[in-house]
Each structure stands twice: as C-alpha cells, then as structure tokens.
C-alpha cells in the first residue's frame, strides 16, 4: 500500500505509523544537513550544516531554527552519551570531540598511532562510556565538507575510544564506513558502507556485528540490508529493534530480521534521522537542504537502558 508519505511493504509497518500525519518540513536552507541529536533537557534538536560549517538549533518548543555554532569545525555526525553530553565529529579538526556540561570542548580522539584520523563522519556511545566512531575519508576530499588533506592513516576504518582514552580500531574492513548504532541489549551493532560513492559497484548496505562479552571489540559482520535506493548514510533503532534509516527517495525501515518492511517518502535525498520529543516519538529527518519531522506511533529506543 502507497499513501503520500507512507510506503508499507510488509504488515509490521503498520504497526509503527499514524494514518493522519503529515511529515512536515520544519526548515530549509542548508547546503548539506546532516548530523541531528535531540537534547531532551533542552528541547532542542542540534544538526549540521556541513558545507556551510554551522550546527543549527531547532527549538522544539517554538518552531524557531538559530545557528547554534559557526565556525563549528565542519561536524558532521552527533549524538548524546550516557551523561547527556553532546559527541561531535569534526571533519575540519579532523577528530572527535565532546561538549562538557559546562560549555568547553574536550577531544575525545584526534589520532591513531600518532597518525590524523581522517575526518570522522558519525558517532555513537555505548552504556560502558565507550566511544564509536567511523573515520571515511568525505572531509578530507575536497575543501567543501573541510580541508582538502592527505591522509595519514592508511584507510577507513571504524574507531572505539575507551573510557580510559585509549583508541582502537574495531573493524578494518570497509571502504567508507558511515552511520551507526548499537541493538536494544548493545549485543550487535549495525555500521553502514557507503563505499559506492568511491568505487563501482562498491558496498551501498548496512552491516551487523557481534559484540564481544568484555564490549571492546566485534566478530562477524555479515550484510545486514542493501540500499536498493541511494546510499545508507546515518539510522537509529526504534523502541522494537527497527532500524530506521536514511536512503535517496526517504527514510527505509527494516524488521529486526532485516527485512525492508516500510518507507517514509521524503522529497529531499536523505542524510540521517534523530527520535526526538519529550516521547521520543518524532522522527527529526536531515535531508539534503532541509529538516523534515514527523510522529510516529513507535518511540524510539531507549538509551543507555532509560528513556
Ligand atoms: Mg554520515
């Protein structure tokens, strides 16, 4: 069934929408946004504009959009960690950096092996205080998105930054590893190649890893879905285990068992999406000039084991 805004390709997916909604485009005028987080205690939604090296704020409880940093270090990807702080990461400083309670910046992860990362693309915590990011090589490629740079480390590879600040790299086998996000029980943990963007015929999927009992490394790693729109960039799970995810004509959700089971039209290519609202039941849609959002009827999954 078809409607405006819904697509459901499998019956689950009703489950997760409402019929009289509309998915509403809050805001326009971005070059690329990308990179949304909502920070409950302040009821707001903080994206990127990342050739414009700006993060925007959504005010969430007047409609109003302000620039919330700029120069802002070209981020990109953002997310929240167990206590609430804002993770960045900087394609200009070429690193992953945390905003403190009190407003100042500490880098999280800058190098590896004394060698430049890249420049981070998207970031996640898990419950144990670590750190996970993916370093693909988009923010050094050109002067658009950061500075054009060599790179020093040799590829692009997913990064764990240890509470004690010690950083490894978890996974070394993608091309440009983008988006990602841990399962319900931080058991698995789904990472996306958008590697079709550098080679022909390249990885355009997400995948799926084991996490090891200790949390410090993974095994496996099989193809967990294959865009058969675009590129898989950013996604979150809702509250079920769906992943919802960004694609070229809207946003795709898969069935915990990785079946495509639904899609939100979106007009615009998208980026990444965020849970947002004091519920958690509003989907925040970064889409390549604009910030789209709509409710839905499943909320989104709970973090760090509470709401
Ligand atoms: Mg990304």
């Known amino acids: 069934m078809i409607t405006d805004w819904f697509e459901t390709r499998d019956p689950r997916f009703g489950g997760l929408i409402l019929g009289n909604v509309h998915v509403e485009r809050l805001w326009t005028g971005a070059r690329w946004a990308e990179g949304p987080v909502y920070v409950p205690a302040g009821k707001y939604l903080l994206f990127s504009d990342i050739p414009n090296d700006r993060v925007l704020r959504f005010d969430e409880t007047d409609g109003a ?59 996640v915590a898990r419950s144990d205080g670590s750190v996970w990011f993916t370093d693909p090589a988009y923010g050094i490629d050109s002067d658009y998105e950061g500075h054009r740079s060599e790179p020093e480390v040799g590829g692009c590879h997913l990064y764990r930054a240890d509470p004690s ?37 390249g990885p355009r999927h997400i995948r799926v890893f084991d996490v090891a009992a200790d949390g410090r490394s993974l095994a496996g790693g099989r193809v967990f879905a294959t865009c058969e729109a675009g590129l898989f960039d950013g996604f979150r799970l809702d509250r079920l285990g769906n992943l919802w995810t960004s694609a070229a004509d ?12 639904g899609k939100i039209r979106v ?12 519920k958690r039941n509003r989907l925040y849609i970064t889409a390549t000039q604009s910030l789209y959002a709509v409710y839905l009827k499943v909320n989104g999954a709970r973090r760090f084991g509470r709401d």
């Open 65 to 123: 959009v302000s620039v919330f940093e700029s120069p802002c270090g070209y981020q990109n990807g953002h997310s929240l960690d167990p206590e609430g702080r804002v993770l960045a990461c900087e394609h200009g400083g070429r690193r992953v950096s945390r905003r403190e309670h009190d407003g100042t910046v500490t880098v999280v992860s800058d190098r590896i092996d004394g060698k430049r990362l890249n420049s981070p693309n998207d970031v």
């Open 165 to 201: 600040g010690a950083v490894a790299a978890v996974a070394r086998d993608f091309v440009r590893p983008n988006g990602l996000a841990f399962s319900l029980d931080e058991r698995q943990f789904y990472v996306s190649d958008t590697g079709a963007t550098h080679v022909e015929d």
């Open 267 to 278: 007009p615009e290519v998208v980026s990444n999406v965020e849970f947002g609202g004091p």
């Open 250 to 261: 809207g946003v795709h959700c898969y069935g915990p068992d990785g079946t495509l089971i």
